[in-house]
């Protein structure tokens, strides 16, 4: 137990990075377990199992699908700068963060098992409106969740290469524990019961995740340290909004988020891919299983990477890299698995050497998609930084919503474009357990949302990048002239666990 107790009180960045360190691993381990229940939540809600749910097991219509998710995902993007301000207004012996952190939770807990309770035989149009109902309660319980649970890693410290280690470790805590619910999907095919009755497969997953969600997130809440003190006024929401278009480095990565919505049709359109495209639903699981190490992979070689290069490391052009290993990889996996998907039969399965070709660049494309992802996160953090570089305000809660504001117009537009194109191209319902034959437009439909659409996006995201002005070294002059302006203020950045620890 002795050697257990050191290795928590210890620190996760041991070697001299030319900046104070100050996470140990019990602290970035409780983290970590609290962005994998955020993992449980966003695998069951905010991906491709949704819109299948929607279409397939609650039968409601490709079209209404995509209504639902554009308008709910709209209501559910402009929530987060409103959540933002008012993390960000926040003032509790808790800190800023940890409040909604200890209370989000059983929100989010109940809305989604009332979503996955189910409601097929309900008439057609009570049927939408419960199923709109309970996804805007998740919307806004899941908002309440996420704003701070980001945020809080951009007050537990200053250091970017401790910041990197630590979205490194929560990345891969957020794949495995993420992938657990999801599996039980995914592989709900390879069952009997769950393959007739797959509606009961989502509910199982559902209560999973719930309970857990629950349960990891207290590790979160009591070990977490807030480490900034905050003095001065929080913005409004229109402060909010100018931030964006004032703040030239945050303007380009929400850029860059807005043609990220191309790549993310890849996994919205993944489910019907493999039931449509490929015929044979088991697909489903193995494509799940492959893109697992992209996740881990990154989160253990991009903090090895950042450290390794030490002062030479850069964001932006690690992130142009991932876009231009992104172009190269879609465009493989276009070329060598056309002909084997789209003028195969349509109600036979693919050939097993196709099926292995698109089982090993399903994994490929994951590499530069998550390195990417990861790296995203220190330069979100680095906007914040900026802010506070320029205006003397920090405002995690607020520069977190934004970025939150375009994830959810990532998922939202994903979600739409794919169900849009189902339903253009004649996408038929599946109502039995053998796949339906879908028509040739609708498989190659599914084909190009799978790699060309893909492939487009990278290329505009490299656009926004060249005008992102942050690099490696005027980011650590920037994170100096802060601490010194606190240092002459005599604001110390101290610790906000305290006392409170007691009564937790």
């Known amino acids: 137990m002795g050697k257990i107790h050191d290795f928590l009180n210890s620190k996760i960045v041991k070697k001299d990075v030319g900046e104070e360190t100050f996470l140990t691993w019990n602290e970035a381990l409780s983290y970590t377990v609290g962005r994998g229940a955020q993992g449980m939540s966003t695998s069951m809600t905010a991906s491709k199992y949704v819109n299948f749910f929607i279409t397939d097991v609650l039968h409601i219509s490709a079209k209404a699908a995509s209504n639902i998710r554009l308008y709910c995902g709209i209501f559910d993007a402009i929530n987060d700068p409103v959540m933002g301000v008012l993390v960000d207004k926040t003032r509790t012996k808790y800190g800023k963060m940890r409040p909604y952190i200890k209370i989000a939770p059983y929100l989010v807990s109940f809305f989604m098992i009332l979503f996955f309770v189910g409601n097929d035989s309900l008439p057609y149009s009570l049927k939408i409106a419960l199923t709109t109902f309970a996804f805007v309660g998740l919307d806004v319980t899941y908002t309440a969740f996420d704003v ?3 945020a809080l890693a951009y007050s537990m410290t200053p250091n970017g290469t401790e910041r990197t280690k630590l979205y490194g470790i929560a990345a891969i805590g957020r794949m495995i524990l993420g992938a657990i619910p999801a599996a039980l999907v995914a592989f709900a095919a390879w069952l009997p019961y769950f393959n007739e009755n797959l509606d009961k497969a989502y509910l199982v997953a559902a209560c999973f995740s719930a309970i857990f969600i629950i349960i990891l997130t207290r590790f979160t809440f009591r070990n ?6 905050h003095h001065e006024d929080a913005p409004s929401v229109k402060d909010c909004f100018r931030l964006l278009f004032t703040n030239r480095p945050l303007f380009m990565l929400f850029l860059g988020n807005i043609f990220f919505v191309l790549i993310k049709v890849a996994e919205q359109a993944s489910f019907y891919f493999s039931y449509d495209s490929l015929f044979e639903p088991r697909y489903n699981g193995f494509l799940d299983v492959v893109k697992a190490p992209g996740s881990f992979l990154a989160g253990i070689f991009v903090p090895m990477i950042i450290e390794k290069l030490g002062e030479k490391a850069d964001s932006k052009k690690f992130y142009q890299v991932c876009c231009l290993l992104g172009i190269g990889l879609n465009g493989l996996y276009a070329l060598t698995t056309y002909n084997g998907i789209i003028n195969k039969p349509a109600d036979q399965p693919v050939s097993l050497p196709i099926g292995i070709l698109v089982l090993v660049f399903s994994m490929l494309v ?6 990417k992802n990861l790296m995203q996160k220190e330069m979100e953090a680095e906007t914040v930084d900026y802010v506070e570089w320029k205006t003397g305000k920090r405002v995690e809660g607020t520069m977190l919503s934004i ?6 117009l990532e998922g939202t537009l994903s979600s739409f474009i794919c169900l849009r194109i189902l339903s253009a191209t004649g996408y038929i319902e599946h109502t ?7 028509n040739h437009a609708t498989r190659m439909g599914l084909f190009s949302m799978t790699t060309l659409i893909p492939l487009l996006g990278y290329a505009l995201m490299l656009i926004p990048m060249i005008f992102y002005n942050i690099t490696g070294q005027s980011h650590r002059q920037m994170i100096k002239d802060i601490k010194a302006r606190r240092e002459a203020r005599g604001e110390a950045i101290g610790q906000q666990h305290n006392e409170e620890q007691t009564g937790v």
Request: a negative charge.
């Open 224 to 229: 977490c340290v807030e480490r900034y003190e």
């Open 432 to 438: 039995e357990s053998v796949p339906t034959v879908q």
């Open 148 to 150: 701070p649970m980001g």
């Open 366 to 371: 994951t590499f530069p998609l998550e390195f």
């Open 403 to 408: 970025m939150s504001f375009t994830g959810k």
